[in-house]
């Protein structure tokens, strides 16, 4: 799925970094606990949490993820903003629960990484 389909679906906001036609993912990773989210073997998934502070963008940045989803309408600090520019990830958020937003993309055919 396009991550400009994601986007759309949640109607989601890009708060920064650069989108491409062709940019998607195929799975998510739901997590407010960051230390679960180092525990994944892999790196070609969108995470999806309610921490909206420097850590989950730090470990977004150690395991390698390009995009990370801040749900319930949490406003990111401009710092978070600032380090997710640095870091080339993409920063979205979007109004809904992490259930919600969990369940949309699921029906929608998108993943989970187990």
């Given at each position: 799925?396009?991550?400009?389909?994601?986007?759309?679906?949640?109607?989601?906001?890009?708060?920064?970094?650069?989108?491409?036609?062709?940019?998607?993912?195929?799975?998510?990773?739901?997590?407010?606990?960051?230390?679960?989210?180092?525990?994944?073997?892999?790196?070609?998934?969108?995470?999806?949490?309610?921490l909206?502070?420097?850590?989950s963008?730090?470990?977004?940045?150690?395991?390698?993820?390009?995009?990370?989803?801040?749900?319930?309408?949490?406003?990111?600090?401009?710092?978070?903003?600032?380090?997710?520019?640095d870091?080339?990830?993409?920063?979205?958020?979007?109004?809904?629960?992490?259930?919600?937003?969990?369940?949309?993309?699921?029906?929608?055919?998108?993943?989970?990484?187990?």
């Amino acid at each position: 799925m396009t991550i400009r389909e994601i986007v759309s679906l949640l109607r989601g906001t890009v708060l920064c970094g650069e989108i491409d036609e062709n940019d998607s993912v195929e799975y998510c990773f739901a997590s407010d606990l960051m230390s679960d989210v180092l525990t994944v073997c892999r790196s070609d998934f969108m995470l999806i949490t309610g921490l909206s502070n420097m850590q989950s963008i730090r470990t977004a940045e150690m395991s390698d993820l390009k995009y990370v989803l801040i749900v319930r309408g949490k406003t990111p600090t401009p710092e978070m903003v600032e380090l997710a520019e640095d870091n080339d990830i993409v920063l979205i958020v979007c109004p809904y629960s992490l259930f919600k937003t969990s369940g949309i993309l699921y029906k929608a055919g998108l993943k989970g990484v187990y």
